[in-house]
Antibody, heavy 118, light 108 residues
Framework: EVQLVESGGGLVQPGGSLRLSCGAS????????MHWVRQAPGKGLVWVSR????????SYADSVKGRFTVSRDNAKNTLFLQMNSLRAEDTAVYYC???????????WGQGTLVTVSS | SYELTQPPSVSVSPGQTARISCSGDTFPNQYAYWYQQKPGQAPVVVIHKDSERPSGIPERFAGSSSGTTVTLTISGVEAEDEADYYC???????????FGGGTKLTVL
């Protein structure tokens, strides 16, 4: 069974940093591209970042470019999102999702809540 | 960057047909995907590649495309279909992705 489990969320002050993790199991992690998607409370889904299967290609939404960094450790089946210079508007549930190619984002984690507040 | 535009809400009675539209300049060059999200749950893909239904998704869910608009159609709506629905697509390079603003489907 495919499983994605996010962790690392919590309360952080504006300007602070946080590192999210997404542990993967039940599939061959190193052949899949992966994404981060966020959802502010009561709002819609927003794509955040994408990383290729080997980590050589990365892309970011304009709203996080230069502040967030996506990475992965294929040996440990883990996806990361390093978030720096956090702002109140970054408050959201952060989901990791598997890119199933033509099948879309075919597996999602349960999400981890990040709250940016003083 | 580009945007995908969905109606904020759609309401139907049980057994009727619900249609949720999504418009964007990326269509028809890029595929559309549709996700269902129920309160407190992660999204689930219900349509991929414009009109294909993943295994396990009921046949009442269908996707279609015409020009710059794609449509999710739910025939014979059931109470359990009440949820938020999001369309999604990517730019031509596949590097940047976007979701529509979401449509809340209410089953009256």
């Amino acid at each position: 069974e495919v499983q994605l489990v996010e962790s690392g969320g919590g309360l952080v002050q504006p300007g602070g940093s946080l590192r999210l993790s997404c542990g993967a199991s039940g599939f061959t992690f190193n052949i899949y591209w992966m994404h981060w998607v966020r959802q502010a409370p009561g709002k819609g889904l927003v794509w955040v970042s994408r990383i290729s299967n080997d980590g050589s290609s990365r892309s970011y939404a304009d709203s996080v470019k230069g502040r967030f960094t996506v990475s992965r450790d294929n040996a440990k089946n883990t996806l990361f999102l390093q978030m720096n210079s956090l702002r109140a508007e970054d408050t959201a549930v952060y989901y990791c999702a598997r890119d199933g190619g033509s099948r879309g984002f075919d597996s999602w984690g349960q999400g981890t809540l990040v709250t940016v507040s003083s | 960057s580009y945007e995908l535009t969905q109606p904020p809400s759609v309401s139907v009675s049980p057994g009727q047909t619900a249609r949720i539209s999504c418009s964007g300049d990326t269509f028809p060059n890029q595929y559309a995907y549709w996700y269902q999200q129920k309160p407190g749950q992660a999204p689930v893909v219900v349509i991929h590649k414009d009109s294909e239904r993943p295994s396990g998704i009921p046949e009442r869910f269908a996707g279609s495309s015409s020009g710059t608009t794609v449509t999710l159609t739910i025939s014979g709506v059931e109470a359990e279909d009440e949820a938020d629905y999001y369309c999604q697509s990517a730019d031509s390079s596949g590097s940047y992705w976007v979701f529509g603003g979401g449509t809340k489907l209410t089953v009256l």
